[in-house]
């Protein structure tokens, strides 16, 4: 199957604002692939390259375009065979060699293809092909219920390989197996511990760290470590790896975070906890597997005593079981002081739902806020066509001048796209750079929230936002009132207060 046709669907599926018929849509491209073709395709569709981070940023984007070429001739086999040895890439001159492949590449792909692959490597796909909506598609191409393709999908930790053993008639009765990656349980948020246990009822409340996700397998002598994208990552993290030798099992699966600590003990900040990897330790809160028995559908509560069981204490999270919102209340407090992000509320009924982000498990955490300056905007795609979409974001500093701190598309309602459209074009400095990001004067103050900042090299303040989010503009606000890039940088202490 050549590379134009997943293309020419993605544009399609873009153009189609009902879900059944973009699931009918990709259901036809994947009755028409090879099995070996599936997992390609269904990683290019739901935007999540099966090569993973590739090094590949807008600045190697932008130093590798090319003309594009006049006809399809790239397949499906080409294309990820390159990608993966473009992800391959490292050492000395990798950055020189990485962009000759690019250029090599892109010259080979029509202007379409290269639009594609550029959105791609920038994680901009957004076109309405959700894994939700290729895992509707998927079994509908191959004639099995839903429900059993979503589950073989969470439990191989790859929506692509489960669909590709559906569609070439394989059984999805795969089980829980140490040793491959399974997609881990995701939470919904909460404002409140009070509010979060309305909606779980009694409850496991556990410390939320502010680490890395790390998913333990073992069987025998061989162990591996996962990240929550189900990357392996066992020979970075030697630490978490002996660690988990020490438990006295040679079989299971565990769930849990990687955190630096300093020389006091102290939580690191999530930035440096990821630079130390050499002395992270894991702190475990969930056990999926032990001795060759499944444990994900036996409610919360059991699965935590076998934990207990199984883990020495040293390596699991500090937890309560409780209904008392008070109590967890105490509970979260203790959590923040000790410098962690907050806690985890978990239904004690709660099986282990793979992949999925329910309303069983809740996350609560102080929501920071920061009153920051439009600087430019760039062209949406997709379905944000048309539209000024994801801000740059800066903060104020001495002489009256702004410093970029972060970008973010998330938040923005079809509304406050048109508004903030039309807003920014009245403020227009000029051509939009490379037909892309539109400059702007910086008139505009926008309310963010953020879970926090980190230490960055990539933006002259030295700090970045993460997860930031719109909340609103601030009309009743000048520029001159934004928040000062010394507040952002104040950020980085683990115990700064809530804006």
Known sequence: MRYQRVVDVSLQVAGTPKRSEKTAIIAGLLRAAEPAEVPVVVALLVGAPRQGRMGVGWATL??????????????????????????????????????????????RL???????????????????????????????????PVA????????????????????????????????????????????????????????????KLDGARVQVHRRG???????????EISARVPAVVQAALQIPHDEFVLDGESLGLDADGNPLKFQDSMSASSSLRPFFFDLLQLGGRSLIDLPLHARKAALADAVPA????????????????????????????????????SPYQAGRRG?????????????????????GHGRRRGWLSNLHLGARCDGGGFVMVGKTFKGLTDELLRWQTAELQARALGPAEGGLVQHVRPELVVEIALDGVQRSTRYPGGVALRFARVRRYRPDKTPAEADTIERVQAMLSPHAPAG
């Open 62 to 107: 932008r130093d590798t375009r090319v003309a594009p070429a006049t006809e399809a001739t790239v397949s499906l086999d080409e294309l990820d065979d390159q990608l993966t040895r473009l992800a391959a890439v490292a050492g000395q001159g990798s950055q020189r060699e990485r962009e000759q492949r690019l250029v090599h590449l892109m010259g």
């Open 110 to 144: 029509t202007a379409d293809e290269q639009h594609h692959l550029v959105r791609l490597f920038g994680g901009e796909m957004r076109q309405g092909a959700t894994d939700g909506v290729v895992a509707d598609a998927a079994a509908r191409a191959a004639g099995v």
């Open 148 to 207: 059993a393709l979503r589950r073989a999908a969470m439990l191989l930790g790859d929506l692509g390989v489960a669909a590709a053993r559906a569609l070439a008639g394989q059984p999805l009765d795969v089980g829980l197996t140490p040793l491959i990656g399974v997609q881990p349980m995701l939470a919904s948020t909460s404002a409140t511990v009070a509010e979060a246990l309305q909606a779980t009822g009694p409850a496991s409340v556990e410390w």
């Open 221 to 231: 002598d061989e162990l591996r470590v996962y990240t929550r994208t189900l990357h």
């Open 314 to 349: 040293s390596l699991l999270l500090p937890t309560i079981d409780t209904a008392d919102a008070d109590e967890a209340d105490r509970f979260s407090a203790q959590a923040i002081a000790a410098g962690h992000e907050g806690v985890m509320v978990k239904a004690l009924d």
């Open 359 to 379: 309303a069983t498990w809740r996350k609560v955490k102080p929501v920071h806020t920061l009153d920051l300056v439009v600087l430019a905007a760039e062209w």
